[in-house]
């Protein structure tokens, strides 16, 4: 079977949808091809995209911002991610990629979060979804999207639809396997299911989705099966690209022999993902001759908050040493944590155990309350004086001040699983963030011609560290940038 696009896209979830709607807008033929149905760890994530300098929404809810005071702030954040230049432009056009999604029909809201969380409740869509609190200038820029719940589904729904909308050919149940280089790339070798096997595939693969990050080894399992599937039905696909190719195919934290080399640190978490991120968008750009960096950066999330009043506590390590900042991102935390081997302890006092007990209720979403609650109570250990609870902890006592009102308090979040409970009751979210290099005015893989790689297949602004939204953010950036570049290369 042969089909021939102007542009053909690997992988339909944000950063894919992206590229095909930018791509189809300058008229080109638009082919994308995902390898299940669609929806990628876009569909199930929390659909928060980090966006400022001037929103509707921060407008509206009266929040002072300029791409400026963004800039100043993603800059300390992200590092050397990115140039400077790219980093200013990102800024500079957030408002105006916030209205684009708006006008692709995804809903945001202008109701700020009055608490420091990981994840609003269902009232609120704006919120600090970074280490804003820690800044002197805290500017709240984390736009969830509207809707009940996780909202990611509802994010990628909608840009479903403009995709189909934009009259762009999605091909689901067709795997790239390999590109089709000569002096450039001009197509994508696929298998494809046709016929009865297609509805077992997709029923397998939907059921796969959910239990591959809440119930890992149930998940893995369908997806055994679902990947036979493939192996057993699936027929040969060749489709031909007259303009290039765009690689937005996700990243690689469900392959563990590459997180194994590339991140020997990383073992043992939650792989933030789908069975899709097994790196072999990454894989089919570097075999054309793409380089990659930053495949040693994996976000590791450790979220003390919600509820809020832990952020009051004081982060310990087994020597007692205190370090860190709770009031940071989780991944920061997490950052730091893996640093000391592992293992962390968040220490505090009476009153703010009492605080955070009673905030369970109002600050968590459901998905949040199990673990808020484990770590009030089978996480933690107490005793009258810091002696007694660091030796209860099996730690040397904090080496710190004098505080609060006894009893005290210590919450193992370390990122080492010494038992099924801790894995289970505080589990351990990761997401890889480094991909193939390319060139930051384009998204054109460096070094390969025809060839365009966006969101978690690439090298982008979340790319040395992640704050909530910023992977969304970045696939909407990487994405239009690819697609709109991609559609002007000459046909060949
Ligand atoms: C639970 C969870 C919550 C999150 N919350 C947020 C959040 O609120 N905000 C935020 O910014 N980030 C969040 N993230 C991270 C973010 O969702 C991802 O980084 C982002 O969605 C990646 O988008 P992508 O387009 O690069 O890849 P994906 O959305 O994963 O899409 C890639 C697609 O490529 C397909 N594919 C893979 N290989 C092939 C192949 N060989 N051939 C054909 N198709 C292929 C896959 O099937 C998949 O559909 C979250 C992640 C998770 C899992």
Redesign the pocket.
């Known amino acids: 079977m042969e089909v021939t696009a102007d542009v053909v896209v ?9 590229a095909a709607v930018e791509a189809a807008a300058t008229g080109a033929s638009v082919v994308v ?18 966006a400022g300098g001037g929103t509707r929404q921060q407008v509206e809810a009266g929040v002072a911002d300029t791409p400026e005071a963004m800039h100043a702030y993603l800059g300390h954040e992200v590092r050397d991610a990115v140039s400077d230049a790219t980093l200013r432009r990102f800024c500079q056009d957030s408002a105006k990629m916030l209205a684009w999604l708006e006008d692709q029909g995804v809903p945001f809201d202008a109701r700020v979060c009055p608490f420091k969380t990981s ?1 609003p409740t269902d009232d609120y869509y704006l919120y600090h ?1 970074g280490s804003e609190t820690a800044w002197p200038d805290p500017v709240p820029r ?1 736009h ?1 999207t509207r809707a009940k719940g ?3 589904d509802v ?2 729904a909608r840009l479903a639809e403009a995709t189909r909308r934009a009259g762009v050919r999605v091909m689901t149940q ?4 390999e590109l089709i280089t000569a002096d450039r790339v001009t197509g ?1 070798r ?1 298998r494809t299911l046709t016929g009865a096997p297609k509805a077992l595939h997709r029923t397998l ?1 939907r059921a796969a989705a959910k239990p591959w ?1 809440y119930l890992p080894p149930l998940g893995r399992a369908l997806h055994r099966v679902a990947a036979a599937v493939e192996r057993r039905f699936g027929r040969s696909l060749t489709v031909h690209a007259r303009r290039g190719v765009v690689i ?4 690689f934290i469900a392959n563990r022999e590459m997180v194994r080399r590339h991140a020997p640190a990383h073992r043992g978490g939650l ?8 790196g ?2 990454i894989r ?1 750009g570097t075999a054309a001759g793409g380089t990659t960096d930053r495949l040693d950066k994996i976000s590791v999330w450790r979220f003390v908050t919600p509820p809020s009043a832990l952020q009051r506590g004081i982060l310990v390590d087994l020597d007692g040493e205190p370090f860190g900042d709770a009031t940071r991102y989780g991944a920061a935390i997490g950052d730091e944590i893996v640093r000391r081997d592992g293992k962390a302890w968040l220490l505090i006092d009476d009153d703010t155990l009492t605080v955070a007990k009673a905030q369970v209720g109002t600050q968590t979403a459901a998905f949040q309350r199990f673990q808020a609650r484990y770590l009030l109570s089978r996480g933690l250990v107490t005793a009258p004086t810091l002696e007694a609870v660091a030796a209860k902890a099996g730690i040397r006592a904090p080496r710190v001040e004098p505080f609060g009102r006894p009893p005290y308090s210590l919450i193992n979040i370390s990122v080492r699983f010494d038992s099924f409970w801790h894995g289970f009751g505080y589990p351990c ?1 990761m ?1 890889t963030l480094g991909g193939l290099v390319v060139d930051e005015e384009t998204g054109a893989v460096q070094g390969v011609q025809g060839l365009y790689a ?5 090298v982008g602004v ?1 790319s040395e560290s ?1 704050v ?8 909407v950036f990487s ?1 239009r940038r690819a697609g709109h570049h991609v559609a002007k290369e000459a046909r060949c």
């Not at 937005?248 to 990243?251: F, K």
């Not at 909530?468 to 696939?475: F, I, T, V």
């Open positions: 690997i992988g339909f979830g944000a950063a894919g949808a992206c091809l995902d390898r299940f149905h669609g929806g990628g760890a876009t569909a199930l994530s929390g659909g928060v995209v980090y994840y979804s984390g969830r996780t909202s990611g994010f990628f067709t795997r790239a396997v994508v696929c693969s990050l937005a195919a996700g990243g792989p933030l993902g789908t069975p899709g991120d097994d072999s968008g089919l979210p997401l966006a969101g978690r297949s690439a979340c992640y909530s939204g910023l992977a969304l953010a970045d696939c994405g």
